[in-house]
Nanobody
């Protein structure tokens, strides 16, 4: 079992920045791929960004993936020492307004489909004003 708690959401003007954090507890954090998803009112949950489980040193950097709508603006990262995954969001737009949730993908699961993520946080609201 993995417990996830997000923080860092809030109200920001268009063009501004926010950093979301997701603190994990439970199983070995570094073994899990992590993702961020968002859901706007009346819309389905959408993939935002993902980062692979931590690779051994010999295999290089973690692998990241982004939705086209956030590429170049959002950056996902993880700090295994702190059991935390981050989503740095810059150049925010009103269409980025949503509830953002982090999720954990167990070893052996891959991809950006929400179905492969077994553990979810409660979400944090991000509102971007124009």
């Amino acid at each position: 079992q993995v417990q996830l708690v997000e923080s860092g959401g809030g109200l920001v003007q268009a063009g501004g920045s926010l950093r979301l954090s997701c603190a994990a507890s439970g199983r070995t954090f570094s073994d899990y791929g992590m993702g961020w998803f968002r859901q706007a009112p009346g819309k389905e949950r959408r993939f935002v960004a993902a980062i692979s489980r931590s690779a051994p040193i010999s295999r290089g950097a973690d692998i990241t993936d982004y939705a086209d709508s956030v590429k170049g603006r959002f950056t996902i990262s993880r700090d295994n020492a702190k059991n935390t995954v981050y989503l740095q969001m810059t150049s925010l737009k009103p269409e980025d307004t949503a509830v953002y949730s982090c999720a954990a993908r167990p070893p052996g699961n891959y991809g950006t489909d929400p179905a492969v993520y077994y553990y979810w946080g409660q979400g944090t609201q991000v509102t971007v004003s124009s």
